[in-house]
């Protein structure tokens, strides 16, 4: 019988989730919300600049009353094997072959700024490799061990569909992950499982301070929401809500997370 009280308090609780991309920013509010609904997170990092902001996370996390468990790998994502470097780490931590993970939210990503004219093919490596190679890889690594009923979150950004200068391969990217969103949707439902995107509009980042400034000031004064901001912990309740049950029959979608500032 469920623990009623348990099941809303705490809707994560013994679930086992992998957040990619998780030192700072939206990665680690979302890592940080799981957290909080009861989930056991494996936090993924790929620069040394970060073990600190991940030590400082995990022993935040660690403060909460139940006592959730983390665990923490420095992997880059955008390498062939840096998936399968995931799983096999994941099942040392856990101690068992019989790896069951509930839940995925592939959040590392990447941008790069500058026009059609002055973008490469190094650029284009760097940003695919990571953000569309990278996700989908991450994904193929954890289908076999994903529980039924699992949650897949993808998150991308509201320039997936808006044309925002000088950030091409990044919204293309991002683009890419939609329709990945929605084709695994269709392919891995039959056992309950949920496949979906999180597409943010601006919220303070390292990633946000590369953006050009006039693109982020247009959509602050054109955002029906108080004309702000969006925050870390905004973006991370979506995806807490998206890992959870009460999201069982919401699959193949795309949240846009912006203040209204984009309505699809």
Known sequence: MVDIATHFALPLQGKLAIVTGSSRGIGAGIAW??????????????SDNSESAVKELRAKISQLPHKPITWACQVDLSTTTGAQKVISHLKTCVGSDELQIHILVNSAGIETVGDIQSVTLEDYDRVFNLNVRGLMLMTQAVVPYLAPKGRIINLSSVGARFGFKNISLYSASKAAIEGFTRTWASELGGDGTTVNAVAPGPVPSDMLDKIPKEIIDMQ?????????????????????????????????????????????
Do not use: F
Request: charged content about 15%; glycine content about 12%.
């Open 33 to 46: 919300e799981l957290a909080r609904r009861g989930a056991n997170v494996y936090i993924t990092y790929v």
């Open 220 to 264: 602050k004064a054109t955002t029906p929401i108080e004309q702000r901001l969006g925050t870390t912990e905004e973006i991370a309740n979506i995806v807490g809500w998206l890992s959870g049950p009460d999201a069982s029959w919401v699959s193949g979608q795309v949240i846009c997370a912006s203040g209204g500032w984009t309505m699809y």
